[in-house]
C-alpha cells in the first residue's frame, strides 16, 4: 500500500551522482541507474564502513530479488545554483526506514531519518510520506548518502524513486490533500450519523451493519491518505503498516451482512446466500489472520495485500449480483436503489484494488473513482434505506387494521351474545358489559399511545432526513422532466424547469457547505487567523454577493458605513456572518422592501447592524436563536427554504472573533441583528 503525491515536473539538469538546483521551483526525478549504489545484505553497517564502501552503478540483477533485512545504498551531490537559500524535500516511495546523511562542504555531517515504521514525532518531516526536510544555502554543495531498508515485505522494491521538492510546494499539495480528503470523511461521517439516528428510531439491522461499513470504509481511506499515522495513531506505525489488514476484511464482512439482511438472501436467494456465507467466512479468516500477523509480528504481508483484493473483489461483485438477482427474481422493489448504489463502487473499488496489486496502472480512475462510487453509494442506498422503512411501516399499518377489524368483530359477536342472554342473567350481564367497556377503553387507549409513538417517529425521521433529500428529489424530478419531455415543453416551460432545478441546487449547495462548515467548526478543524480588516470593503463585497437574490425580490439595499473603520478579525468568518445575516434579511423581507446595513464604531467597538422591515420575531424565537447549539429552520416570506444551520455558524464565528450577537424584533414589524468586532487599533 502506497501513497504516492503527485507532481508537476519542471525543467531539470541531472547529471550522474550530481544534481544541480537551478530553479526557484525545482522538481527533480532521480533514475536509479544514474545514480551509484551499494548493497549492504547484512543490513547492520554503520555510516563510516558505508563512506569507505565502493559504490558502483547500477545492476539489475541486485536488485531483481532485495530481501527484507538488506540496507541499500546511493550516493549523489547536490548543488544548489538557484540563487536563493532553499528549504527542501526529499522523499522517495514508502520504505520502513529511510536515512539521509548529509556532508557539507565543511565536512559536517547531518543525520535525517524517516520510513513508515518511525513514530510520527521521530520523523524529520512529521508527513505519512517517506521525506526528509534540509536547508541547502545559495551555491552551497553538499554530499548525500542515501539508505533505504524495507524491514516488512509490502515495503520491499525492487526500484527506487527520488522526488526533490521545495518545501513551500510540498506544503501547498498537502493542504489540498487535507482539504479534499477532509471533505470526504466529512460527508461519510453525516452519512453515518444519519443512518444511525434511524437506526435508533426504527431498530433494523440493516442499519447498523450498514454504518459500520460506511465507517469501515472512511477508516480505510483515513489510513490510505495518511490521517491515520498523524492523527489517529501517530506513535504506532507498526499498527499503521498492519491496519489494512485488519480493516479490509472487517468492512467485506460488514459489506456482506449488510447485503443478506437487506435483500434478505437466506429467504429469496438461498443460493447467493450460500455464497455470501463462504465469503463471510474467509473475510472472518482473513481477519483473524490480520490481527495474528500484527500480535505475533508475522510478515505475511506481501500475500495478504493479493488474498485481501482478491476477497474484496469478490465481495463487491457478488453485493451486485445479489441486487440484480434479488429484483429478477423477486421484483423486490428496494434492491433497485441497491443497484444503482453499487455499480459506480463497484467498478471503482475494483480498478483501485487492481491497481494497489500492480495488475494496472496508477490515474486518476484507478485512485479516485472508487470515492465517488462510495458517496453515490451513501447517498442512494440512505434512500433506497427509506424506501424500505416505507414498506415496512404500510405493511405493519395494514397489519394493525387487520388485527384491529378482528378484534372489533370479536367485540361485537360477544354484544350480541351477551344481549340474548341479558333477561336470564342481567347480573352476570352487567359484570360482563363493565369488562367489555373496560377493554374497549384499554383498546382505545392502545390506540393512541400507538398514534402518538408513529407521530415521534415520523417528526424524527423527517428532521434527520427531509433537508438533505427533498432538494436532491426535486433535482431529480426536474432533471427527468426536462430530458424525458423536451421536445414537448414550450421555452417558458423549460426555463420554469431548469430555474426551479438550480434553486434546487442551490439549496442543496447551501446545506452542504454549511454541514461543512459547521463540522468543521465543531472538530476545530477551522483555523482562526485574524487580521486587520476594512470594514467598507467587506460589506460592498458580501452586498454584491446577495445583490442577485435582492433584485430578484425587488428588495432594495442601503448601506450606511463610517469611514475609516478598520476590524481585527477573521476575513472569512466576517464574510460568512455579513453574508448569511444579509441573505436572511432578504429572506424574510416582503417584497419592494428596504433592507439596510450600518457599520460605525463605540468604545473600540465596530458595530454592524442589519435591518430589515419584514416578518419579525417573536420574543420566545428571540430567546430561542440566541442559546448556544440552537438552529431554527423557517420559511421566508415567499417560502424560501432554510435550516437553520447559518445562523448557528454565525453564532459560533461571531464568539471566535470576540463579538455578541443581538437581537432586536417585533412580529410583524422587522428585526435588527447585530454583532461588534474590536478596532484593529484597539488590539
Known sequence: MTVTILFVLISFNLQAQNIVIDSNEVIELIQQKEVNWYVDKTGEQDFKEIMNASFTAYDKNAFSSPKTNWAIWCKLELRNKSGFDQEYILQTTKWGYFDV???????????????????????????????????????????????????????????????????TYFEKTDRQRLLWQGLFFGIILVMALYNLFILF?????????????????????????????????????????????????????????????????????????????ALAAACVITLITGFGCYFSNIDILKPLVTIIGTLGALVLIMMLVAGIAAYHYDKYEPAKYFIAANILLVIGAIAFIFRETGMIGDNFFTRYLVQYGVLIQAVVLSLGLASRLNRMRLQLANETI??????????????????????????????????????????????NKLSQLNHVKDKLFSVVSHDLRNPLA??????????????????????????????SLDNLNELLYNLLQWSKSQMNLLQFKPDKLNIKLIIEGTVKLVHLNAQMKEVQIKTSVQEGLTAYADRDMTEFIIRNLLSNAIKFSYRKSIVEIKAFSIN??????II?????????????????????????????KGTGLGLLICKEFIVKNGGELQIKSEAGKGSVFSFNLPLAGSI
Not at 431529480?476 to 422532466?481: C, M, R
Not at 473600540?604 to 447592524?609: H, V
Open 101 to 167: 546523511f548529509m556532508i557539507a562542504e565543511n565536512e559536517s555531517i547531518v543525520h535525517l531519518s524517516s520510513g513508515s515504521l518511525l513514530p510520527l514525532h521521530l520523523r524529520s518531516q512529521p508527513s505519512n510520506t517517506n521525506a526528509v526536510k534540509f536547508l541547502i544555502g545559495n551555491n552551497e554543495k553538499k554530499q548525500v548518502y542515501l539508505k533505504f531498508k524495507s524491514q516488512y515485505s509490502i515495503y520491499l522494491h525492487n526500484d527506487v524513486s527520488l522526488q526533490l521538492v521545495k518545501q
Open 612 to 640: 430589515d422591515s419584514g416578518v419579525g420575531l417573536s420574543e420566545a424565537k428571540i430567546k430561542t436563536l440566541l442559546k448556544k447549539n440552537t438552529a431554527i429552520s423557517q420559511r421566508g416570506t415567499e417560502k424560501e
Open 604 to 609: 473600540n467597538n465596530i458595530i454592524i447592524e
Open 474 to 503: 426535486t433535482m431529480q424530478s426536474f432533471l427527468k422532466l426536462i430530458t424525458e419531455h423536451d421536445k414537448k415543453m414550450s421555452e417558458a416551460e423549460r426555463e420554469k424547469s431548469f430555474s426551479e432545478a438550480q434553486q
Open 201 to 277: 428510531a426504527v431498530r433494523d439491522i440493516s442499519y447498523l451493519y450498514y454504518v459500520l461499513s460506511i465507517i469501515s470504509i472512511g477508516l480505510y481511506f483515513a489510513f490510505y491518505y495518511g490521517f491515520g499515522i498523524e492523527y489517529l495513531w501517530p506513535g504506532s506505525p507498526r499498527w499503521d503498516t498492519f491496519f489494512f489488514a485488519i480493516i479490509n476484511p472487517f468492512t467485506g464482512l460488514t459489506r456482506i451482512l449488510f447485503t443478506r439482511t437487506y435483500l434478505h438472501t437466506p429467504q429469496l436467494l438461498p443460493r447467493i446466500n450460500k455464497i455470501l456465507n
Open 402 to 447: 387487520v388485527r384491529e377489524l378482528e378484534k372489533k368483530e370479536l367485540i361485537e359477536i360477544q354484544k350480541q351474545e351477551l344481549q340474548q342472554q341479558v333477561k336470564e342473567k342481567t347480573a352476570d350481564l352487567q359484570h360482563k358489559n363493565a369488562i367489555l367497556v373496560e377493554t374497549v377503553d384499554q383498546l382505545t387507549e392502545s390506540e
